[in-house]
């Protein structure tokens, strides 16, 4: 059983930055496919961005590419969103997802995060 803990979030104005953070832990975590998601008020949840086991491979939302850049480090054992030019339409929960490959963890996650608020004001 993998726990993933998400931090960083929190009010920042529009055209501001904020680096979100996700720890896993348990389980054989460092070999998994992540994944970040975001759900807005009264919308479903929707992909962001997610990485490969080894952080060669990257996958972006249309909504985020170019403004958006996940990573992660294995020595750490961390994974990252760094979130720049954010706009009032990021503002959402934004949740860390764990799967068994790339294309695994972007449609149907084994393991979620409790999710971390991300607001962003005009």
């Known amino acids: 059983q993998v726990q993933l803990e998400e931090s960083g979030g929190g009010l920042v104005q529009a055209g501001g930055s904020l680096r979100l953070s996700c720890t896993p832990s348990g389980g054989t975590s460092g070999g998994y496919a992540m994944c970040w998601f975001r759900q807005a008020p009264g919308k479903e949840r929707e992909f962001v961005a997610a990485i490969n086991w080894s952080g060669s491979t990257t996958h972006y939302a249309d909504s985020v590419e170019g403004r958006f850049t996940i990573s992660r480090d294995r020595s750490e054992n961390k994974m990252y969103l760094q979130m720049n030019s954010l706009r009032p339409e990021d503002t959402a929960v934004y949740y860390c997802?764990?799967?068994?490959?790339?294309?695994?963890?972007?449609?149907?996650?084994?393991?979620w995060g409790q999710g971390t608020q991300v607001t962003v004001s005009t």
């Open positions: 997802a764990a799967g068994n490959t790339v294309v695994l963890v972007m449609s149907t996650p084994r393991y």
